[in-house]
């Protein structure tokens, strides 16, 4: 897949750069889980391998995953429990 760049990109260094800005976060902080909702969507890192309980941000139902330490690629509007490690939450 190759990347072009928009109207406002003059080049592609320009359009890396403005690549990079949206995948990035921009705020990152331990969370300690609870049945609270986020009032904007957050993705989690795990420390270490671990089954995380969470509300996916587009439903309403809470799940439980079991995923390798590092980024978990989805959007949450819930973490309530993580079964090893700390989790950090990133928006």
């Known amino acids: 897949m ?52 969470f509300i996916p941000w587009e439903g309403t139902s809470s799940v439980t995953v079991s995923f390798a330490a590092g980024w978990v690629p989805i959007r949450m509007k819930q973490i309530s429990a993580v079964s090893a490690g700390d989790v950090y939450v990133g928006w």
């Open 2 to 53: 190759a990347l072009s760049s928009s109207a406002n990109e003059s080049s592609y260094v320009q359009a890396i750069s403005n690549r990079w800005d949206n995948a990035l976060v921009a705020n990152f902080e331990r969370h300690t889980p609870a049945a609270t909702d986020f009032n904007y969507p957050k993705t989690a890192y795990l420390t270490a391998a671990a089954s995380l309980t």
